[in-house]
C-alpha cells in the first residue's frame, strides 16, 4: 500500500479507532451501513474487507471516508443474504495500522422464503 497523504503536521500518530464498527442485522434487499471514526497524522489510507477479501467500490459497495470528520463508511447497497460475514475496516499510515470489525448478519424475506 502506498501512502498518498504523506505529510505531517503536528504530532506524529499512528491511526486509532475511536468509535469502532457496530454490528447489523438487516432483512433481505435493506441497505445498511457500516461506520466507525478513525484518527492519525498524517491521514490514513482506508481499505475495506469481508471475510478477508478486499472490498472493490461498485454498485452494490460504496466505501467513503470524510477526511475533514475523520469518519469512513461502508455502504451496502440491497443487502442479500451471502453479504453475510465479518466486515473489517484497515486504517494504515506510515506510523502504524489500526483495523475494527463487526458482522453483518441478512436474514431472507419472509415473503420470498419458498417461492421457485
Not at 4 to 18: N, Q, S
Request: proline share 7%.
Amino acid at each position: 500500500m502506498t501512502y498518498i497523504d504523506t505529510e505531517v503536521i503536528g504530532e506524529p500518530r499512528a491511526p486509532e479507532i475511536v468509535q469502532p464498527l457496530q454490528s447489523v442485522s438487516a432483512r433481505d434487499s435493506d441497505n445498511i451501513q457500516f461506520r466507525c471514526m478513525i484518527v492519525g497524522n498524517p491521514q490514513p489510507d482506508i481499505a475495506w474487507f469481508h471475510a478477508g477479501k478486499l472490498i472493490k467500490p461498485s454498485g452494490d459497495f460504496r466505501p467513503a471516508y470524510d477526511r475533514g470528520k475523520n469518519i469512513c463508511w461502508l455502504d451496502v447497497r440491497e443487502a442479500f443474504p451471502e453479504d453475510t460475514g465479518r466486515y473489517t475496516v484497515v486504517a494504515r499510515n506510515c506510523f502504524g495500522s489500526a483495523t475494527s470489525s463487526a458482522d453483518l448478519s441478512v436474514r431472507e424475506n419472509e415473503a420470498l422464503r419458498g417461492v421457485a
